[in-house]
């Protein structure tokens, strides 16, 4: 079943640009509400786990919060008792498909803030002061991570819609992975070509259409792939393992024949297939012994340099050679592909529980520093693309918004782990970067 074929799901999302996209791509949609009874986040739930619902956006404010935990507001234990004994079922069925969350950022920062009701809503559509405790707060964020949901957090509404339309059109066009390759990166190219071999993996063993698409800055290269039939979004992950399986198992021919000839490869194809692949893969290498050797050589002159300039006079050259060599010793690898964005997933950062240390940070040092963060927590590589985004000021707007976005969201649930001070830089830095 494609996409236009299911319906999305809306949870107070009906923002005019998203309704609108929606509606322009011919996809239906279901609008619901959460200020409703408790039954019907149960029939909510329904939507979302009957075979039919294609994604999944919500909304939530503070109200929305405070019946998830029953709590906040005087009487919201008995007020809110259902709606609390409900959120779990609903919250799990949310995390179970591609979705998006939104909230808003002073929530997340644990802050008071100003609303955006519009005009009409309040009396003569002023604005007015709003307010979570501390307690709910803590409780709602446990509920979210013991569920699997991960919100994003927004500042303005326009950014929020802007969020959703985006999210709509990556899920719609069946965008499978994007990946930010950084121009002169250690192993760019080879990394760009192990894309390649997994894009013909894909096509001939899963018998999938994949197109490569994709743009270049002066910055670096993004690499875009878009299946041109239905693929469940959380296989792709699963499958690019899989095919680091097969990449594996290329020095040893009986054991890839075989593991083709279980997809249902016939002989001929399958030693076929396997000889292209092999190429492939010494090309890779033999490139990356290169820009290995290239690179040790360039590294090893420069220590020479320094040492030559350091040790005793009376120390023989030979030896301080011998020294740095064995300093620069070291072994042919092929790299992992790093920095993948799997859209429609969420970076699960709730499992690994240390500090992160980013203290001193220096003026210059924020995209580095960012990085090792991330890094720490995401293995899916979808925040590793996204600090690229927004350091590469030729990133299409849209994108540096939802790398924004994403990078605010991380250090807002990772803030119980982040020293203070360098929360507060990176934190800066990624509003900077936006023109926020």
Same mark, same amino acid.
């Given at each position: 079943?494609s996409?236009?074929?299911?319906?999305?799901?809306?949870?107070?999302?009906d923002? $005019?640009?998203l309704?609108?996209?929606?509606?322009?791509r011919?996809?239906k949609?279901?609008?619901?509400?959460?200020?409703?009874r408790?039954?019907?986040?149960?029939?909510?739930?329904?939507?979302?786990e #009957?075979? /039919?619902?294609?994604?999944?956006? #919500?909304r939530?404010?503070?109200?929305?919060?405070?019946?998830?935990?029953?709590?906040?507001?005087?009487?919201?234990?008995?007020?809110?008792?259902?709606?609390?004994?409900?959120?779990?079922?609903l919250?799990?069925?949310?995390?179970?498909?591609?979705?998006l969350?939104?909230?808003?950022?002073?929530?997340?920062?644990g802050?008071?803030?100003?609303?955006?009701?519009?005009?009409?809503?309040?009396?003569?559509?002023?604005?007015?002061?709003?307010?979570?405790?501390?307690?709910?707060?803590a409780?709602?964020?446990?509920?979210?991570?013991?569920?699997?949901?991960q919100?994003?957090?927004?500042?303005?509404?326009?950014?929020?819609?802007?969020?959703? &339309?985006?999210?709509?059109?990556?899920?719609?066009?069946?965008?499978?992975?994007?990946?930010?390759?950084?121009?002169?990166?250690?192993?760019?190219?080879?990394? #760009?070509?192990?894309?390649?071999?997994?894009r013909?993996?894909?096509?001939?063993t +899963?018998?999938?259409?994949?197109?490569r698409?994709?743009?270049?800055?002066t910055?670096?290269?993004?690499?875009?792939?878009? @299946?041109d039939?239905?693929?469940?979004?959380?296989?792709i &992950?699963?499958?690019?393992?899989?095919?680091?399986?097969?990449?594996?198992?290329?020095s040893?021919?009986?054991? @890839?024949l075989?593991?083709?000839?279980?997809?249902?490869?016939g002989?001929d194809?399958?030693?076929?297939?396997?000889?292209?692949?092999?190429?492939?893969?010494r090309?890779?290498?033999?490139?990356?012994?290169?820009?290995?050797?290239?690179?040790?050589?360039?590294?090893?002159?420069? $220590?020479?340099?320094?040492?030559?300039?350091?040790?005793?006079?009376?120390?023989?050259?030979?030896?301080?050679?011998? $020294?740095?060599?064995?300093?620069?010793?070291?072994?042919?690898?092929?790299?992992?592909?790093?920095?993948i964005?799997?859209p429609?997933?969420v970076v699960?950062?709730?499992?690994r529980?240390?500090r992160? +240390?980013?203290?001193?940070?220096?003026?210059?040092?924020?995209?580095?520093?960012?990085?090792?963060?991330?890094?720490?927590f995401?293995?899916? /590589?979808?925040? #590793?693309?996204?600090?690229?985004?927004?350091?590469?000021?030729?990133?299409?707007?849209?994108?540096r918004?939802?790398?924004t976005?994403?990078?605010?969201?991380?250090?807002?649930?990772s803030?119980?782990?982040?020293?203070?001070?360098?929360?507060?830089?990176?934190?800066?830095?990624?509003?900077?970067? @936006?023109?926020?």
């Open positions: 079943m996409l236009d074929e299911k319906y999305v799901v809306l949870i107070d999302a923002s $005019a640009a309704t609108s996209r929606l509606r322009a011919r996809q949609y279901v609008l619901k509400r959460l200020s409703s408790a039954d019907n986040w149960n029939v909510m739930a329904s939507l979302i #009957a075979d /039919g619902a294609s994604l999944v956006i #919500a939530l404010n503070r109200h929305n919060l405070e019946q998830m935990t029953a709590s906040g507001t005087p009487h919201a234990d008995e007020l809110y008792k259902e709606h609390a004994l409900s959120a779990p079922r919250l799990r069925a949310i995390s179970s498909i591609p979705h969350v939104l909230l808003h950022e002073d929530i997340g920062l802050r008071d803030w100003k609303s955006e009701a519009p005009a009409g809503w309040l009396y003569e559509g002023e604005e007015y002061d709003e307010t979570l405790s501390e307690a709910t707060r409780s709602a964020f446990e509920l979210f991570d013991r569920c699997g949901v919100p994003t957090f927004y500042r303005r509404n326009a950014e929020a819609d802007e969020l959703a &339309v985006l999210f709509v059109d990556d899920i719609s066009s069946n965008l499978l992975l994007r990946i930010y390759i950084p121009s002169g990166a250690v192993f760019g190219n080879e990394a #760009a070509g192990i894309l390649d071999m997994f013909d993996w894909l096509v001939t +899963q018998r999938v259409g994949v197109r698409a994709g743009y270049r800055t910055r670096g290269e993004v690499v875009e792939f878009y @299946a039939s239905s693929i469940a979004h959380d296989d &992950v699963p499958r690019f393992e899989q095919f680091q399986r097969f990449v594996d198992l290329l040893d021919a009986d054991a @890839a075989e593991s083709l000839m279980a997809l249902g490869f002989p194809a399958a030693s076929e297939f396997i000889a292209r692949n092999v190429r492939a893969l090309r890779l290498r033999t490139d990356l012994r290169h820009d290995y050797e290239r690179r040790l050589l360039a590294l090893r002159q420069a $220590a020479e340099a320094e040492v030559v300039e350091e040790v005793d006079t009376n120390v023989p050259f030979p030896t301080v050679e011998s $020294a740095v060599l064995r300093l620069f010793g070291g072994s042919e690898v092929l790299p992992r592909i790093a920095g964005e799997i429609g997933t699960s950062d709730t499992t529980r240390e992160i +240390q980013i203290e001193g940070v220096q003026e210059g040092q924020e995209p580095r520093a960012l990085m090792a963060a991330v890094e720490a995401d293995t899916t /590589g979808r925040l #590793a693309t996204m600090v690229h985004d927004i350091e590469d000021l030729e990133t299409p707007r849209d994108r918004s939802a790398a976005a994403a990078l605010k969201s991380f250090l807002i649930r803030r119980d782990r982040i020293e203070s001070e360098g929360f507060k830089v990176l934190f800066r830095w990624i509003e900077y970067q @936006a023109g926020l």
